[in-house]
């Protein structure tokens, strides 16, 4: 995890790490508040490092390891109020914004700062794969709340669909990472397992590059992380009437919530998905809550549950799912 430690001055790394040891892999966010201790939540519970409260000397390090002392390079991402650093962590900002005609220019006096710690989990979908194919991969839609795993499920996803699993054969993968979250790139290069037969349109609009993918690399399956606005989906359209697959994620708690929304109507109207995977917060990101096929069903007997197998949590605690990744 040098990648996010760097990003500390000496005295906070030395905490941070002093404070981890070796539970990286259980680890979820750091969150940096001035003038605060640290915190630091982990798949079951929440710690604090109270021998050191950040800054403002602090956070304008952070923020020149965060822009390589160019705040002009980090135009974009402060207008967002998000960065995502090598290996597809994201650094979420907050603090005193700054607007332009009612617009958010920039955020001025950054004081807070969410770090989500990015995790491969190999096999994370090896046991959901086999509900998104049926004759061919079908267009699939995850919805979850924050922190649900969607990005986890959707980076296995692709590896399996690419290197195939079981009997079937692998496919051409395409995906539009536009946060650099999905394959953590550097410099173009996936940092993530994303499958042998994948590429990537790395740092790219999501509806611009799904028309480049198409484009250029001719894909089978194309992949998209947290589709929301009226060109992503009029992207999906024209991707899916041109005979591409789409699986994507969106932010959301329930079916219902989401078909209130304008720019989804087309999706919605058209039954576009004929998978929906709904997830819920668990003990760990993952649980998987519903398995929806176009009409409505739910494929799953029991919620959080796949064929009663066998839980793939590194929790202590045993359940009767497979769904927590």
């Given at each position: 995890?040098?990648?996010?430690?760097?990003?500390?001055?000496?005295?906070?790394?030395?905490?941070?790490?002093?404070?981890?040891?070796?539970?990286?892999?259980?680890?979820?966010?750091?969150?940096?508040?001035?003038?605060?201790?640290?915190?630091?939540?982990?798949?079951?519970?929440?710690?604090?490092?109270?021998?050191?409260?950040?800054?403002?000397?602090?956070?304008?390090?952070?923020?020149?390891?965060l822009s390589e002392f160019s705040l002009y390079?980090?135009?974009?991402?402060?207008?967002?109020?998000?960065?995502?650093?090598?290996?597809?962590?994201?650094?979420?900002?907050?603090?005193?914004?700054?607007?332009?005609?009612?617009?958010?220019?920039?955020?001025?006096?950054?004081?807070?700062?969410?770090?989500?710690?990015?995790?491969?989990?190999?096999?994370a979908a090896k046991q959901l794969i086999p509900y998104l194919y049926k004759n061919n991969y079908m267009n699939t839609l995850f919805v979850g709340p924050p922190q649900t795993g969607k990005t986890t499920l959707i980076r296995d996803v692709s590896r399996l669909i690419s290197n195939g699993w079981d009997n079937i054969l692998p496919h051409k993968v395409g995906i539009i990472d536009e946060r650099s979250e999905i394959a953590g790139s550097k410099k173009g290069i996936p940092q993530h397992d994303i499958g042998l037969r994948t590429d990537i349109m790395d740092a790219c609009p999501k509806a611009e590059g799904m028309m480049m993918m198409i484009r250029s690399m001719s894909p089978e399956i194309l992949i998209v992380d947290e589709i929301g606005s009226t060109n992503d989906v009029q992207a999906l359209m024209e991707a899916i009437?041109?005979?591409?697959?789409?699986?994507?994620?969106?932010?959301?708690?329930?079916?219902?919530?989401?078909?209130?929304?304008?720019?989804?109507?087309?999706?919605?109207?058209?039954?576009?998905?004929?998978?929906?995977?709904?997830?819920?917060?668990?003990?760990?990101p993952g649980y998987i809550h519903r398995v929806y096929d176009q009409n409505g069903k739910n494929l799953l007997q029991k919620s959080g549950s796949i064929n009663a197998e066998m839980d793939w949590s590194t929790s202590s605690h045993r359940y009767n799912n497979i769904g927590r990744v």
């Open positions: 995890m040098e990648e996010i430690l760097r990003l500390f001055p000496e005295m906070m790394r030395q905490a941070v790490n002093s404070k981890m040891r070796n539970r990286w892999k259980s680890l979820q966010e750091i969150r940096i508040r001035l003038n605060r201790p640290i915190e630091l939540i982990f798949d079951e519970h929440t710690e604090w490092i109270e021998t050191v409260r950040p800054g403002r000397k602090d956070s304008i390090f952070v923020l020149n390891q390079r980090m135009e974009d991402e402060l207008r967002e109020g998000y960065v995502t650093i090598e290996g597809g962590h994201r650094i979420g900002l907050a603090g005193k914004v700054n607007t332009l005609n009612g617009s958010v220019k920039a955020i001025q006096y950054i004081a807070f700062f969410n770090i989500r710690i990015a995790k491969q989990k190999i096999g009437n041109a005979g591409v697959t789409v699986i994507c994620s969106i932010h959301g708690k329930s079916l219902d919530e989401l078909k209130k929304r304008p720019s989804l109507q087309p999706l919605f109207q058209s039954n576009v998905f004929q998978r929906t995977i709904l997830l819920a917060r668990g003990m760990t």
